[in-house]
């Protein structure tokens, strides 16, 4: 099955713009979710079907996937956003997870 | 509105099983939703167990289907999660999560499982 790759870390000054990828075989062929966690909390979706926001998730948030990468971008990151980030992506019947990137503001 | 409680031991010893279940309520587990398992061990990133579908089909991760069972019981309106044969490896959170849409996006508080003797 596919497997997706993430940079461990990322760090940004708030306001700026965080791009936050996820590569992994054909991932543009499929559909892909992400989810930030912050510390003792549980994962919460924050993008899913590629671009897509569930209710109450700041328009900030967006998404995108072509090619082999996925993206995630939060545009004028706040320091609220700092948290470990995931993608994730079905494929068939196996769902995958990224290993995680950790978003630090600065 | 959805919630998911998970339950079970927090300390399983070396070489046994491990047993969960996840309460849904809020809404039907028949409702056409998927349902799915998801371990973090400490200070690890997430790995999926497994789902169960609505209709009751299972599909594990082909690295755990070996020692996985997932089930559902939709009188109580709970599904499960058995893992044999446990390690030290297999210490984690473990979270259950209602699946729409290709994601999991409504997660329970998670149950820390440690293995040990």
């Known amino acids: 099955s596919i497997e997706l790759t993430q940079p461990p870390s990322l760090s940004v000054s708030p306001g700026q713009t965080a791009s936050i990828t996820c590569s992994g075989n054909?991932?543009?062929?499929?559909?892909a979710s992400w989810y930030q966690q912050k510390p003792g909390q549980s994962p919460m979706l924050v993008i899913y079907?590629?671009?897509k926001r569930p209710s109450g998730i700041p328009e900030r948030f967006s998404g995108s996937n072509s090619g082999n990468t996925a993206t995630l971008t939060i545009s004028g990151t706040q320091a609220v956003d700092e948290a470990d980030y995931f993608c994730?992506?079905?494929?068939?019947?196996?769902?995958?997870f990224g290993g995680g990137t950790k978003l630090t503001v600065l | 509105q959805l919630q998911l409680q998970e339950s079970g031991p927090g300390l399983v010893k070396p070489s046994e099983t491990l047993s969960l279940t996840c309460n849904v309520s809020?809404?039907?587990?028949?409702?056409?939703?998927?349902w799915g398992w998801i371990r973090q061990a400490p200070g690890k990133g997430l790995e999926w167990i497994g789902n169960?579908?609505?209709?009751?089909?299972?599909f594990p991760n082909p690295s755990l289907e070996s020692r996985v069972t997932i089930s559902m019981d939709t009188s109580k309106n709970q599904f499960s999660l058995r893992l044999n044969s446990v390690t030290a490896a297999d210490t984690a959170v473990f979270y259950c999560?209602?699946?729409?849409?290709?994601?999991?996006?409504?997660w329970g508080r998670g149950t820390m499982v440690t293995v040990s003797s």
């Open positions: 999560a209602r699946a729409t849409g290709n994601a999991f996006d409504i």
């Open positions: 809020g809404d039907s587990l028949s409702n056409s939703f998927h």
């Open positions: 169960i579908y609505y209709n009751g089909d299972t």
């Open positions: 054909e991932l543009g062929d499929k559909f």
């Open positions: 079907q590629d671009y």
């Open positions: 994730q992506a079905w494929d068939t019947t196996t769902v995958v």
